[in-house]
């Protein structure tokens, strides 16, 4: 539950773009996340989906493209 509740505050806070952390931030942890086993095609269809889809982690079940943007997330596998 609470693990659920997490999420959907980090997504509330990627969308409204509070607490994010540098663009190049970003672009060095998505670059890492593309690269890693854990990464898959969501398939799902939420009105988070279209901004920040399809990507997600098995290890944590975050969509990774709003997690990489949020300064407080840190990578469940300490990727980064
Ligand atoms: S957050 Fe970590 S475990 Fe998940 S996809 Fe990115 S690098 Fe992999």
């Known amino acids: 539950m609470f693990k659920y509740l997490r999420g959907?505050?980090?997504?509330?806070k990627a969308q409204l773009g509070v607490g994010l952390a540098e663009p190049r931030i970003h672009q060095l942890r998505?670059?890492?996340?593309?690269?890693c086993p854990q990464i898959y095609e969501a398939p799902m269809?939420?009105?988070f989906y279209a901004r920040f889809g399809p990507w997600a982690c098995r290890s944590c079940g975050c969509l990774v493209k709003a997690k990489v943007r949020l300064r407080s997330e840190r990578?469940?596998?300490g990727y980064w």
């Open 8 to 12: 959907a505050i980090g997504l509330t």
């Open 75 to 77: 990578c469940p596998l």
């Open 45 to 47: 269809n939420t009105p």
């Open 30 to 35: 998505f670059h890492r996340c593309s690269t």
